[in-house]
C-alpha cells in the first residue's frame, strides 16, 4: 500500500514541478516510504488531538512533548504532500471510473480490507455504518445530521463485536451500491439485506 501511494504521489509532485517550473524545489521533489509513513503518522496525530484545523507548529511542539521527533515534517512540505497525495494512476482513472464510482481510491482500500482479513479471526460479527469526515468534492459525499462528523463518505462494515475490529467495508456511492458484486438472486432481496450478503462473503 506504501509503496502504491509513493509511486503515484510522486507522479503527481512531477506534474507539479514541471507545470510550475520548480524542478529544484524541496517542496516538490519526490517522496519516499519513510517520508510518507511521517506524513500519514502526522495524519494520525491530528485525529486524535482532534486538531484537524490546526497549523502544523502547534502540531509539531506536541510531537516533541510526546517524543516523537521522528514524525517532524516541515510545514509547507506536508501542504505540498497532502495537495498531492494519490492513491491510483490517474491516466486510468476516468475509464475506471465509467464502472467504478470510487476509482480514486479504491485499489487502496480494498487492499486495507484485505490485510485487514489476513490479520485478524473474526469471532462474534457486528455489521453498522460508518461517516468519514470528508468535505471535499465527491459525488457520493452524503449528509447525515445525526453524527458528529455531518459531511464525509458513509461505509458499510462488518467488525467484531468484542472490539471493533475493522474486518469488512465497502464504500456506499449511491442507492443502487449496496448491491455491487452480487449475483442476480441475491440482488432480489431488500438492499439492507444485499450490504449484509455482500459484508459477509470473506467468512
Known amino acids: 500500500m506504501i509503496n502504491e501511494i509513493v509511486q503515484q504521489t510522486n507522479v503527481k509532485l512531477n ?17 519516499d516510504a519513510i517520508e510518507l509513513k511521517r506524513f500519514i503518522g502526522l495524519l494520525m496525530l491530528s ?13 509539531t511542539m506536541k ?16 501542504e505540498k504532500l497532502l495537495q498531492c497525495l494519490q492513491f491510483d494512476d490517474k491516466n486510468t482513472r476516468d475509464e475506471r471510473r465509467e464502472h467504478d464510482g470510487t476509482a480514486a481510491i479504491s485499489f487502496i482500500f480494498k487492499k486495507f480490507v484485505l490485510n485487514s482479513q489476513n490479520c485478524f479471526n473474526l469471532g462474534t460479527a457486528y455489521v453498522d455504518k460508518m461517516l468519514v469526515g470528508f468535505r471535499g468534492k465527491c459525488k457520493f459525499r452524503i449528509y447525515m445530521p445525526n453524527k458528529s462528523v455531518k459531511y464525509g463518505i458513509k461505509i458499510l462494515s462488518l467488525t467484531d463485536a468484542r472490539n471493533s475490529y475493522f ?32 459484508l459477509a462473503k470473506p467468512l
Open 47 to 59: 485525529s486524535i488531538c482532534k486538531s484537524g484545523h490546526e497549523n502544523m507548529l502547534s502540531l
Open 15 to 31: 506534474d507539479v514541478r514541471l507545470s510550475h517550473r520548480k524542478q529544484n524545489s524541496p517542496d516538490y521533489k519526490d517522496t
Open 63 to 78: 510531537l516533541v512533548v510526546l517524543h516523537s521527533e521522528q514524525l517532524v515534517i516541515l510545514q509547507k512540505r506536508f
Open 167 to 198: 474486518y469488512n467495508g465497502c464504500i456506499y456511492t449511491g442507492k443502487d451500491s449496496d448491491g455491487q458484486t452480487l449475483s442476480k438472486n441475491e440482488n432480489k432481496v431488500q438492499k439492507p439485506t444485499q450490504a449484509v450478503i455482500r
